[in-house]
């Protein structure tokens, strides 16, 4: 019952995209891949192929690493590639699952840091805002043990980019807790690529890719209609220095 009404909150709190992917189809963003550092070979140990290529979506089932630890991922992507609108549609995306196989809680860095709590009971105070009391009560201690079960719970923290060069050590700090804390909960941290965002070598670097060209079609078609998206978008890829930003939703929409 507590997890049933924890995924009606994120339904609820995650489905009010940004405006454009509000008005775009949301499959779009369950197609964003990353370029990972690493090894196919650590997930499929007959392919030795590396660095993968693969959905961001993927990065939440991976199988736990040898010796039965979780995956930590710092996924890195410029301004305007849609790191927060993505990490939320990811929770909304796995709510919305008949049989979710993981519980994903989403949790603003910034706002840890500030509240000085721990991003289970920040999601229980959340859900509890909007489901109400009764269906939360006992929300928090609910995540801490679903988060012993292994792969059963996937952390995503948006905003390291955001946290100030002051508290950069806090941030850094209170990431590696949470790693030591929960061993075999997958963690994920966004960011974008500025120099105090670094971790430590157990958080592995995934970079958001551009957006491909039939994806910056769709949306600029949803967004302005089909006809009008298309021709805009053709006219766009021929002017000089714009070819390569269309990649990047934000400036393609701007």
Same mark, same amino acid.
């Given at each position: 019952?507590?997890?049933?009404?924890?995924?009606?909150?994120?339904?609820?709190?995650?489905?009010? &995209?940004?405006?454009?992917?509000?008005?775009?189809?949301?499959?779009? *963003?369950?197609? /964003?891949?990353?370029?990972? #550092?690493?090894?196919?070979?650590?997930?499929?140990?007959?392919?030795?192929?590396?660095?993968?290529?693969?959905?961001?979506? #993927?990065?939440?089932?991976?199988?736990?690493?040898?010796?039965?630890?979780?995956?930590?991922?710092?996924?890195?992507?410029?301004?305007?590639?849609?790191?927060?609108?993505?990490?939320?549609?990811?929770?909304?995306?796995?709510?919305?699952?008949?049989?979710?196989?993981?519980? /994903?809680?989403?949790?603003?860095?910034?706002? @840890?840091?500030? #509240?000085?709590?721990?991003?289970?009971?920040?999601?229980?105070?959340?859900?509890?805002?909007?489901?109400?009391?009764?269906?939360?009560?006992?929300?928090?201690?609910?995540?801490?043990?679903?988060?012993?079960?292994?792969?059963?719970?996937? @952390?995503?923290?948006?905003?390291?980019?955001?946290?100030?060069?002051?508290?950069?050590?806090?941030?850094?700090?209170?990431?590696?807790?949470?790693?030591?804390?929960?061993?075999? /909960?997958?963690?994920?941290?966004?960011?974008?690529?500025?120099?105090?965002?670094?971790?430590?070598?157990?958080? /592995?670097?995934?970079? *958001?890719?551009?957006?491909?060209?039939?994806?910056?079609?769709?949306?600029?078609?949803?967004?302005?209609?089909?006809?009008?998206?298309?021709?805009?978008?053709?006219?766009?890829?021929?002017?000089?220095?714009?070819? #390569?930003? &269309?990649?990047?939703?934000?400036?393609?929409?701007?």
């Amino acid at each position: 019952r507590v997890l049933a009404a924890y995924g009606q909150f994120s339904k609820t709190a995650h489905n009010q &995209l940004t405006l454009f992917f509000q008005h775009s189809d949301k499959a779009l *963003l369950s197609e /964003v891949f990353v370029r990972t #550092d690493l090894a196919l070979s650590q997930v499929t140990p007959e392919d030795d192929a590396a660095p993968p290529t693969l959905p961001l979506r #993927d990065l939440l089932a991976l199988p736990l690493r040898q010796g039965g630890e979780a995956h930590r991922f710092l996924v890195i992507g410029e301004p305007g590639a849609g790191k927060t609108t993505i990490a939320r549609h990811l929770v909304y995306e796995q709510a919305c699952s008949n049989w979710p196989a993981f519980v /994903v809680v989403f949790a603003s860095l910034p706002r @840890l840091l500030h #509240d000085k709590r721990h991003p289970f009971d920040l999601a229980a105070d959340s859900a509890r805002a909007v489901v109400g009391p009764v269906d939360t009560e006992g929300l928090s201690p609910t995540l801490f043990h679903c988060a012993r079960q292994p792969g059963r719970v996937v @952390l995503l923290l948006d905003g390291l980019d955001e946290v100030s060069l002051a508290d950069a050590n806090e941030a850094r700090q209170v990431i590696a807790g949470y790693a030591a804390e929960l061993p075999t /909960v997958q963690i994920i941290v966004f960011s974008r690529p500025i120099s105090h965002t670094n971790l430590d070598r157990t958080y /592995v670097r995934a970079t *958001l890719l551009r957006l491909p060209p039939e994806s910056q079609q769709r949306l600029l078609g949803n967004w302005l209609g089909q006809e009008h998206g298309i021709r805009l978008w053709r006219r766009l890829r021929d002017l000089p220095g714009l070819h #390569d930003l &269309l990649g990047n939703p934000l400036i393609l929409t701007v």
